[in-house]
């Protein structure tokens, strides 16, 4: 038996060294998120990333991008004073953040776009993904999304969200919508669900093709930063349920056509939003009807006895998650009587792709 073991563990080992070693085809692209007229980051049909940095009087240029518990990939410098590099092997599909390590300083790279995430401002680039065509930009009917700024009372401001209205709503003002909740996970703010996720082009494509009742999205940001990742175990929900429950949502429903009633709200959001949309559905069940956490855990039959019954639990993550632990509490939950979907993203961690995949799939069950 141990032997049989050992077998199976070389092999793996092997195997993993093979992939690593496979051969890099050279039909690298300049990503779609560059900068304009900016040839690098590039990208190839493998999903590998190449990069190039100008950095003449540097001795060292990191890329935080790479195989994971690797370091990121390490840059060679040329004699035209430029590191050039590429990961050690192919990334997952879709959106990365990353950043430069030159000299010990952090950096953003100059040839890309800049994101929201961790807590700062991050550089990314973009996988293409097999089945990019639901995030696609398309010549569709488009809807809008806007920045709204809303009094909050209780923290003494004036807080920002944005708002996602859907093709043509400005105009019929007589036909109201109904309304999904949307939150970002840790260190990222309210701008992460349209810009990393694309939830904007999400629905104009589900919408065109006739899939979904269309419906309003609110993007908040979820004042989860203040936490360092390692303690967000000790975020209180108290400070944010009640801004989203008491004043952004009284807004929302007195400045936008809404259907203002708990059965045509919902409350979705990815990782730490999902732990802030299992806290605050729990709390307050009397506001609204659907919920889903987005690599955000799972609800369980024992909290959600006694309360309002949901009309749809959602619950998701990638493949590379923990997506047993998924499927038996929803299992679980449906045993008990619940209407409980689960979504396993197929070759996807805690990242992007997971989440615009749950959303895609979220968006048609949501208010029929």
């Not at 050039?84 to 092997?89: I, L, P, S, Y």
């Not at 299992?278 to 609204?288: E, Q």
């Amino acid at each position: 038996m141990k032997l049989t073991q050992a077998i199976i563990l070389s092999a793996a080992i092997l195997a993993g060294h093979a992939c690593l070693a496979q051969e890099v085809k050279e039909d690298f692209k300049p990503s779609i998120l560059n900068q304009p007229g900016q040839e690098y980051p590039q990208v190839n049909s493998q999903g590998y990333v190449r990069f190039h940095i100008k950095a003449p009087t540097a001795d060292s240029v990191r890329v935080s991008l790479g195989l994971g518990g690797r370091g990121g990939t390490l840059l060679t410098k040329g004699d035209d004073g430029f590191f050039t590099g590429t990961t050690e092997g192919p990334m997952d599909e879709g959106f990365h953040y990353y950043h430069l390590t030159i000299d010990g300083g952090v950096f953003n790279d100059p040839g890309t776009l800049n994101f929201y995430g961790s807590t700062r401002w991050e550089s990314g680039v973009e996988i293409p993904a097999h089945d990019k065509e639901f995030y696609a930009l398309k010549d569709v009917p488009h809807g809008n999304v806007q920045q709204i700024l809303f009094p909050s009372k209780s923290t003494g401001s004036q807080r920002r969200a944005f708002v996602y209205t859907p093709p043509g709503y400005e105009k019929d003002k007589s036909k109201k919508y109904p309304v999904l909740y949307l939150q970002h996970g840790w260190g990222e703010d309210e701008t992460a669900w349209s810009n990393q996720g694309h939830a904007n082009l999400i629905m104009d494509n589900l919408i065109a093709e006739g899939k979904i009742k269309p419906f309003i999205i609110v993007m908040t940001y979820g004042m989860t930063n203040q936490l360092k990742w390692g303690h967000l175990k000790e975020f209180k929900i108290d400070t944010f349920q009640t801004v989203l429950t008491d004043e952004l949502i009284p807004y929302v429903d007195s400045h936008f056509n809404t259907i203002a009633d708990q059965s045509h709200r919902a409350m979705a959001g990815l990782s730490m939003g999902g732990m802030e949309t299992h806290a605050i559905t729990l709390n307050r069940p009397d506001v609204f009807s659907y919920y889903a956490l987005l690599s955000g855990g799972i609800y369980t039959p024992e909290e959600l006895q006694g309360k309002a019954k949901p009309k749809l639990i959602f619950i998701s993550c990638g493949s590379k998650e923990n997506p047993d632990k998924i499927n038996q509490a929803a299992d679980t939950l449906k045993q008990a009587g619940y209407n409980v979907v689960s979504y396993v993203s197929e070759n996807t961690a805690h990242e992007f792709l997971t989440w615009r995949r749950s959303l895609y799939q979220l968006a048609p069950l949501l208010f029929r």
